[in-house]
């Protein structure tokens, strides 16, 4: 554990940071995990909607620091492709 009173202090903010941090990845998880099922079902309405929401959460998540852009980036790339794929076959 910490000693100084400025360690102390970081040790905090970084719990503080850490606890938010967390509530943005799980809140875009979960919608990543809605998205992929609606895909699976075969429901393109609900996955198109799915997929405008859950864009912008992980843009949210990348714009708070919590992943990195590219990762972003490339989840959304992929999520898209799969709604795409969708609403082409059908």
Same mark, same amino acid.
């Given at each position: 554990?910490?000693?100084? $009173? @400025?360690?102390? /202090?970081? #040790?905090?903010?970084?719990e503080?940071?850490? =606890?938010? +941090?967390?509530?943005? $990845? @799980?809140?875009? /998880?979960? #919608?990543?995990?809605?998205?992929?099922?609606? =895909?699976? +079902?075969?429901?393109?309405?609900?996955?198109?909607?799915?997929?405008?929401?859950?864009?912008?959460?992980?843009?949210?998540?990348?714009?708070?620091?919590v992943?990195?852009?590219?990762?972003?980036?490339?989840?959304?790339?992929?999520?898209?492709?799969?709604?795409?794929?969708?609403?082409?076959?059908?």
């Amino acid at each position: 554990m910490a000693n100084h $009173k @400025s360690a102390l /202090k970081r #040790a905090r903010q970084s719990e503080v940071r850490r =606890v938010r +941090n967390s509530g943005y $990845k @799980s809140n875009a /998880k979960k #919608a990543v995990k809605v998205l992929r099922a609606a =895909v699976a +079902n075969g429901s393109a309405e609900e996955a198109k909607e799915g997929l405008a929401r859950t864009t912008s959460l992980i843009q949210k998540s990348v714009s708070k620091g919590v992943i990195h852009k590219n990762t972003a980036s490339r989840k959304i790339s992929r999520l898209a492709r799969q709604v795409n794929r969708l609403t082409a076959s059908q």
